[in-house]
């Protein structure tokens, strides 16, 4: 039904509750979407039905870079064969160091194409000195084959690291790497003697995805093992009962880090479920991060927001342009 205040298609909220012996039940009365195999299913998809709709884009000096779903699936393939190529798999899982960036969206679904676990990280772990004992605590635990970073003059401490010593370093600028690195953009050539067919092939539900490490705030982090069907899973319950979200493509501009669930799960892949547009907001919700935040919003509102207006209005400075802005943001 039509919300009269939005005029979002909405379903009603409706669950059922089985008494079993001692045990009380809830189960939703809305039928679940049908679950796709794995992410790849929608980056073909889309690359079919809407080649030029942006899927991901970033800040580039006074523009965007944006990538297209048809480029998106010409880079994630090429990207796949590079890593097959070197004889990734299951077993050789991917860390990445750096924050939110193109080519760590495009490096993800890459992996996840030739079925490449990757392990995202809070870049604190990297670039706070103090904190290197939890990268090292990671890497002891996940023992990667290939680690990622945007910028190797930036993580250049971190890239010292000795259990990185025998790992494959690739960077998206290597200017000032402490060490041998592989330019992201080598693994962008592609490699034309996989066969990319029968490596993705055996991709699907039970794959492992991702590694996404808890906070560790109590304790020692914990890798939590996300598959395939548990994110694709994932966006076909929130489109069953937001089905909007199906009849128009929808567009955020979003910070959340995709070390957690929700901002590299549940938002970039809400996205790209319902061939969506991810803008990345290279601000933050702080005093100093607040003003580049509100520009990207102006520049690129999108048509969902996972802010709390609240917050994000506490976290500005007081001066003239804020709040100017503010309102035409969160009226």
């Known amino acids: 039904m039509k919300n009269e205040i939005t ?8 669950v059922r509750l089985d008494r079993r012996d001692s045990t009380l039940e809830m189960r939703s009365n809305v039928a679940c979407d049908p679950i796709v195999d794995h992410t790849g299913v929608w980056i073909e998809q ?5 080649p030029d709709q942006v899927y991901i884009a970033e800040r580039a000096g006074d523009g965007w870079r944006e990538v297209t779903y048809a480029a998106l699936l010409e880079q994630v393939k090429a ?29 993800s679904l890459g992996a996840q194409w030739a079925g490449v676990p990757t392990v995202p990280l809070a870049e604190q772990y990297s670039l706070i000195p103090e904190a290197h004992a939890r ?7 996940v023992k990667p084959a290939m680690a990622f970073v ?26 000032g790497a402490p060490v041998a690195v592989t330019s992201f953009a080598d693994l962008l050539a592609g490699d034309e003697t ?21 906070s560790g705030s109590s304790s020692d982090p914990k890798g939590v093992l996300t598959t395939q069907r548990m994110m694709c899973a994932n966006q076909a319950q929130m489109a069953s009962v937001m089905p ?8 955020i501009t979003d910070w959340l880090p995709w070390n957690h669930v929700f901002g590299g799960s549940h938002n970039a892949y809400m996205m790209l479920a319902n061939g969506g547009s991810l803008y990345i907001d290279n601000g933050k919700p702080t005093k100093s991060g607040f003003k ?20 994000l209005c506490n976290a500005g400075p007081r001066d003239g342009n804020q709040s100017g802005a503010a309102p035409s943001i969160f009226p």
């Open 244 to 251: 909007f979200l199906k009849e128009k493509a929808p567009s």
């Open 46 to 50: 889309w690359a079919a039905k809407t």
């Open 79 to 107: 990207i796949a064969s590079s890593l097959a190529a070197r004889g990734l798999g299951q077993e050789t899982p991917i860390v990445i160091m750096s924050g939110n960036s193109v080519d760590h969206a495009l490096l």
């Open 7 to 14: 005029g979002l298609t909405m379903v009603p909220h409706s």
């Open 194 to 214: 996989v066969d990319l067919d029968a490596v993705h092939a055996t991709v699907g539900p039970d794959t492992l995805a991702k590694i996404l490490f808890t």
């Open 150 to 175: 945007d910028d190797a003059g930036r993580y250049a401490e971190a890239l010292k690291r000795p259990e990185l010593a025998d790992v494959e370093i690739v960077a998206s600028a290597t200017d």
């Open 135 to 141: 990268l090292v605590y990671v890497l002891d635990k």
């Open 292 to 311: 580049h935040t509100v520009q990207n919003i102006i520049d690129k509102p999108g048509t969902l927001s996972f802010y709390r207006a609240r917050r």
